[in-house]
């Protein structure tokens, strides 16, 4: 069995004071069954780690760069994430795609620095509405996917299917278009690493994942969780969202 992962991205969000969602948070759920992860913005890291210490919650970084170190004015490497206290990191999300021009394989250059820093890498992966217009979107799942795997099978790794148009949208595609999405996922990773390996990996699912549609999510097969947004900033809006989790675990 995977254990369920509900992962929260905080985005551009959060200062020194919004660390009191992460207390609310644990206060309300001391002891999830699910996995549950918080990346927040770089400044808060090293500080949010200080609240989950001695907790089953876990800390994880937004992006991280291809590089160990250098003269990358901006940018934080995966060792920097580690040594802050982090231990997962999202890569490839479509917000650093399409604002930043991350390609796949950029992407893929980020998980193999974050594999090296000890880090498991959530690889985002999905299609624009454009693209699920044209009756693409499983054929750009597969291509994102194959070209952002790092190299090697034995270490971590957590695929997240996030739809671009859902993201902060308030949509969010059918039970069965997640169910058809998530199941070629599995077998693209079955067909690059193998089915024993692709088994171990958890699938999430990211878009507008909410309160009131988490239950009916996490009942898809092949959803082993979700990469969560705006849902994520608030103990009050995160906690039904793991509570729902949890229950389908």
């Not at 994942?209 to 947004?229: H, Q, S």
Request: hydrophobic share 50%; net charge negative.
């Amino acid at each position: 069995m995977r254990q369920k992962l509900a992962a929260g991205n905080w985005k551009m969000n959060g200062l020194g004071a919004d660390l009191a969602e992460v207390d609310a948070l644990r206060a309300a759920h001391p002891a999830p069954a699910s996995q549950v992860v918080l990346c927040p913005p770089a400044t808060l890291l090293e500080r949010m780690a200080g609240r989950l210490t001695r907790t089953p919650y876990l800390l994880g970084g937004q992006d991280c760069h291809a590089a160990a170190a250098g003269a990358h004015t901006g940018d934080i490497a995966a060792a920097m994430l580690a040594d802050a206290g982090a231990a997962f990191v999202i890569l490839g999300h479509s917000e650093r795609r399409e604002g930043h021009g991350e390609t796949s394989a950029m992407v893929a250059a980020k998980a193999r620095a974050a594999r090296a820093a000890g880090l498991a890498p959530i690889l985002c992966v999905g299609e624009t509405e454009a693209e699920r217009a044209a009756g693409r979107a499983l054929e750009v799942l597969a291509d994102q996917l194959a070209r952002s795997l790092p190299d090697g099978s034995d270490a971590p790794l957590v695929v997240a299917y996030e739809p671009v148009w859902a993201i902060g949208s308030g949509r969010t595609p059918t039970p069965d278009q997640i169910a058809e999405a998530h199941g070629h996922l599995r077998s693209e990773l079955a067909r690059h690493l193998g089915a024993g390996v692709a088994g171990a990996v958890r699938l999430l699912y990211g878009g507008s994942v909410k309160a009131a549609n988490a239950a009916a999510i996490f009942a898809v097969p092949e959803v082993d969780g979700a990469l969560v947004g705006g849902a994520a900033l608030r103990a009050a809006d995160f906690g039904p969202v793991i509570a729902a989790l949890d229950a389908a675990g």
